[in-house]
């Protein structure tokens, strides 16, 4: 039966609430994490790198916890959240003189995956000064890219988990509302794209979204454990108009409509974004669509 309690794509059932209820009645001195662990290897929820779901696994069991259904032990420690506890990038200087000149000049380039390594603060710093959007602290499957040109950084890509739905791309992908929360993984969205300021080389935008979609799979399968089939993008209306994603043949799939993902007002209530989208593959519907 179910509970009327959904997480993350989990809907509580009758099952489940017996089924955690007795993990904690066996388990009296186990903390909130510790449960956590132990119903995720249970349930076998797992992420596609291999990782327990476990920040997930909390959030559920905190949910019905706070509905009543469960009670859970009493708070032990209390771990710094990164995502509570956000700081401004740390401002790092890079020489700003001006990169005026063609392509042809300044290649090959240099793409450098910067998540997890020394470039990442870099990264995070160029994006806070020089993108219109700022940083912010991704959360789910991400990576970010440093683009250099003869030793200078020249911009920036970061690309992360794919909003949960998008109308244009799920009418041009054609999956099912089920089969899109099964295979939504299989897509990265592509959420800050930076040329820097005093960069000014012709066709540059396009040419790194062309070597990027190349290296981005590879990259996503080695940290994720997973491949990617599809990416997309949101250009702003209002300030461009994507002429590098059509240069570098992505596909415009349409716009969006402007409310947001948790509108309850059928008003829109920000700027419509075009949204763009690049198959990685000739049978990308093939894959996305399969139950």
Not at 44 to 60: A, E, H, K
Not at 192 to 203: A, D, G, P
Not at 235 to 244: L, N, Q
């Amino acid at each position: 039966m179910d509970l009327g309690i959904k997480y993350q794509g989990k809907i509580a059932t009758t099952d489940d609430l017996e089924f955690i209820n007795k993990l904690i009645a066996e388990n009296p001195d186990d903390s909130r994490r510790a449960l956590s662990k132990k119903l995720c290897e249970a349930w076998n929820w797992i992420q596609p790198n291999g990782q327990l779901r476990d920040m997930v696994c909390r959030g559920f069991l905190l949910q019905l916890h706070r509905a009543g259904y469960i009670k859970l032990p009493l708070i032990k420690c209390k771990p710094n959240n990164p995502l509570s506890d956000r700081k401004q990038p740390q401002k790092i200087q890079i020489d700003q003189t001006s990169i005026y000149t063609s392509l042809s000049t300044i290649r090959p380039l240099e793409i450098r995956q910067v998540r997890g390594t020394s470039f990442e603060k870099l990264f995070n710093s160029l994006i806070n000064q020089y993108h219109y959007l700022k940083y912010c602290h991704p959360v789910g499957e991400h990576l970010k890219y440093i683009v250099s040109a003869n030793k200078r950084p020249v911009a920036c890509l970061a690309w992360s988990s794919a909003p949960r739905h998008i109308g244009s791309r799920d009418r041009f992908i054609g999956w099912s509302a089920d089969v899109r929360k099964k295979n939504l993984h299989l897509i990265a969205y592509n959420s800050r794209f930076l040329i820097l300021n005093w960069v000014r080389i012709t066709y540059l935008a396009s040419h790194i979204l062309g070597a990027i979609a190349k290296i981005l799979p590879l990259d996503w399968n080695k940290v994720y454990n997973h491949p990617i089939y599809f990416l997309e993008t949101f250009v702003d209306t209002e300030r461009f108009s994507g002429t590098c994603y059509k240069a570098a043949n992505w596909i415009f799939l349409g716009e969006t409509t402007g409310r947001g993902k948790n509108d309850q007002t059928n008003k829109p209530n920000r700027s419509i974004k075009a949204v763009w989208g690049y198959p990685l593959s000739k049978n990308f519907r093939e894959v996305l669509q399969h139950e």
